[in-house]
Each structure stands twice: as C-alpha cells, then as structure tokens.
C-alpha cells in the first residue's frame, strides 16, 4: 500500500515525469493529441520546484517509487492529483484527495474549489464535489474543464 508524505524539492523529477506520463497515457481518452502534447510538455522539475512555495504537495510513495501527487493552493483551490497509470482506482487517489482535504481544513477553508479535467470528473463528483459550471483552459480557451466545489 502507498505511503502519502510531503513533497520534497528532490521529488519534483519523479513528480514531472509521473504527470507527463498520466497525461499521455489516461488524459488521452478525452482530450484530442495536440492538447495531451501541450499539457504534457508544459511543466517540468524546475517549474515544479518553483512554483512549490505556493501550493502544499504530497506524493504517494510504493517500494520507494513515486506512484501519486497531490497539491493545494494556501486558499482553498485542489489544483490537481495524478495518479500512475498502472496504479489507477487501487485507491491512491482517494488517500491523495483525503490529504489534501485535511490540510485545507486545518487551514481554516470551508469550501473547496476545483478544475476538473473531463477525464477526473466522474472521480470528484463521488467524493461529494459538486459541479458548478463548465468552462475552458489553455491558450486558445478550448480545452474543457469543470468548475467544482466541495463544501467542508
């Protein structure tokens, strides 16, 4: 069973490679090739590590492996989880989202805010978020995703 602990700047490789990979390999059922190829090619370590003082990140860990994430805004905003693609619904991405819901508790939030790809959408709406509106992301505002909420 995986172990969640925080998020460390030496996991943010393991982190951007585990993201590239569920993007091309889950994402891709519903999102047409040059949006996976956009997604996938858009964060890397270095992003990761500087964009980690503004978001809470854990990592679920397997025999020392890397096999989910999670991270959260300081005001109430799930930004995103990833699971690897061989590790999908074993539960790693309910003990992720669990984590996650905690901690923005503990920080005082009464609700949580999401964006929900088409692909994670059936998966938070079983976890009681509820949908909101639909709306888009990405360049060219084309790429659909579902405004979420939670109320703690």
Known sequence: MARVRPARDEDCAAIACLRCQTIRHVNARDYPADVIRRWATKENA??????????????AVEQSRIVGFCEHTFDGVLSRIYVHKDRLETGIGSRLLAVAEASLERLGCKRIMLDS???AKGFYAAKRYRFVKKGTYGENASEPVYKMLKTL
């Open 46 to 59: 270095g992003t990761l590590r500087m964009s980690g003082a503004g978001c809470k990140r854990w990592v």
């Open 117 to 119: 790809t088409v692909t």
